[in-house]
């Protein structure tokens, strides 16, 4: 199955299914006689935009990030709305803004912080579900960390209990 075939029925599988992990993923995927291995499907992930949410039953599974939906907001825009959707904390200590996500998530989170073009951010680097931002000093980090948490919508952050 060529990449672009199979990205669709990635596409169909996740909004058909909860899909709570790369194995439960890759079942559905075998069912329908797909033959893949564990870095495809990480790759295929992050090419789709596919993020973690928490659904109705507080657990996380997989769903499709709307580009459409932020396809005709500027960055700071689709900023927000990823924020909301996947951050847990944030966080500083010294010069670093820290920003904590969902698993999964922190790629995607700072490449659209790095699209944004905070002026302050001067660089991010991501992990599993951790995005560090260097900015210059420690008020800027302060800064961040205040301008982070005034678009993180309360309501979410009672939701994960923090």
């Known amino acids: 199955m060529h990449k672009n075939e199979r990205q669709k029925l990635i596409k169909q599988?996740?909004?058909q299914y909860p899909i709570h992990?790369?194995?439960?993923?890759l079942a559905h995927l075998q069912k329908e006689n797909v033959d893949i291995t564990q870095a495809t499907i990480s790759r295929d992930i992050r090419d789709l935009e596919i993020i973690k949410v928490i659904d109705e039953n507080g657990e996380t599974k997989f769903t499709m990030y709307n580009a459409s939906q932020t396809?005709?907001?500027?960055?700071?825009?689709?900023?927000?709305?990823?924020?909301?959707d996947v951050v847990t904390k944030v966080e500083h200590v010294q010069f670093l803004t820290i920003i904590h996500t969902l698993p999964d998530n922190a790629s995607l989170l700072a490449a659209i912080i790095d699209e944004a073009r905070l002026?302050?951010?001067k660089c991010s680097l991501a992990g599993f579900d951790t995005v560090?931002?260097?900015?210059?000093d420690e008020t800027r980090a302060i800064e961040m960390e205040n301008y982070f948490n005034s678009i993180w919508q309360?309501?979410?952050?009672?939701?994960i209990g923090n």
């Open 21 to 25: 992990t790369q194995e439960d993923l």
């Open 13 to 15: 599988i996740i909004t």
């Open 132 to 136: 560090v931002l260097i900015v210059s």
């Open 119 to 121: 002026p302050e951010v």
């Open 154 to 159: 309360k309501q979410t952050r009672e939701q």
């Open 71 to 84: 396809e005709n907001q500027n960055e700071e825009g689709k900023l927000v709305n990823l924020f909301n």
